[in-house]
């Protein structure tokens, strides 16, 4: 029977953490790569007999790449220090674990829970993402922000969800926003993207129509209506801010950007 290294990457998650190590105490081992937290994020995490590293943090998949590294078992399960894991999911992770598994990768559903509300509808309220693999084949790639977990072959999916409690509060969020736009918009400028930062402007009622109607966020109530409103701001800002890295750089060699 193999055995199964749970794999988090934290920096100040002491909201969420303790719930999220709870679902999952279950597991062989847990292994949480810390950033540089400043509240007790360690201290639960130590709580709850997770093996507790030091690293800075250098990007999302890269620090994911570092936690993989670091767990003792080839079978690793990666959850956000966000997220917590259903009666169900835990269930068919354990049932797969009694033999080998078919697959080299398993599929994860996740529903998001914005500002309370759990969603029931629309893309949020079923995205999968692979979150369980055998890392000798499979592993996180090197992407700044929305990194995925590369793998050959058909992956298997488990039943159950995550259930994301990304956002306490708008605060938390637009803090969040920044910071992952920030990230982003580096990301697209270390690769010479270029993408005018009016047009992604002109675009915001199609993105804001996208998100709404047609991922069906409209019948999450307010909560879908305030995601979808913001979530159309995330392109414009991101955009915006590559401008802003393009635009210093021609400034300091002389050039001019027109948009």
């Given at each position: 029977?193999?055995k ?5 990457i934290?920096f100040?998650?002491?909201q969420?953490?303790?719930?999220t190590?709870k679902?999952i ?5 847990i292994?949480?790569?810390d950033?540089?937290?400043t509240?007790?994020?360690c201290?639960i995490?130590e709580?709850?007999?997770a093996?507790?590293?030091?690293a800075?943090?250098?990007g999302?998949?890269?620090q994911k790449q570092r ?14 220090a ?8 835990q269930?068919s992770?354990q049932?797969?674990?009694?033999t080998e598994?078919a697959h080299q990768?398993?599929f ?6 914005f500002?309370?509300?759990k969603f ?6 079923s995205?999968?993402y692979i979150?369980?693999?055998d890392?000798k084949?499979?592993?996180?790639d090197a ?5 995925q977990?590369?793998?050959?072959g ?14 306490k509060?708008l605060?938390?969020y637009l803090?969040?926003?920044?910071s992952?736009?920030s ?6 400028y270390l690769?010479g ?7 992604s402007l002109i675009?915001?009622?199609i993105y ?5 109607f ?6 999450n109530?307010y909560s879908?209506?305030?995601?979808s409103?913001?979530?159309a701001?995330?392109?414009i800002l ?12 021609d400034?300091s060699?002389?050039?001019s950007l027109?948009d």
């Open positions: 029977m193999p199964l290294s749970v794999v988090i934290t100040n998650e002491e969420v953490l303790e719930a190590l679902a105490s279950w597991a062989d081992e292994v949480v790569l950033s540089g937290s509240d007790s994020t201290q995490a709580k709850y007999g093996k507790v590293f030091h800075g943090f250098k999302f998949g890269l936690a993989t590294a670091l767990a003792s078992h080839d079978w690793v399960f990666n959850i956000d966000d997220e917590v894991v259903s009666q169900e999911l269930q992770i049932e797969l674990m009694k598994p990768a398993y994860v559903k996740r529903t998001l829970v500002l309370g509300k029931k509808y629309g893309r949020e309220s995205e999968r979150r369980l693999f890392r084949v499979c592993g996180f992407a700044a922000v929305h990194e977990v590369i793998f050959k058909r992956p298997g999916e488990l039943k159950g969800f995550l259930l994301h409690y990304s956002y509060d605060e938390q803090s969040k926003l920044n992952y736009t990230k982003a918009a580096a990301e697209l690769k993207k270029r993408k005018s930062a009016t047009l675009f915001f009622p804001f129509f996208k998100h709404l047609i991922s069906g966020n409209v019948l109530g879908g209506w305030l995601w409103f913001l979530s701001g995330y392109p991101k955009y915006a801010k590559l401008k802003q890295l393009i635009d210093a750089q400034k060699t002389g050039k027109r």
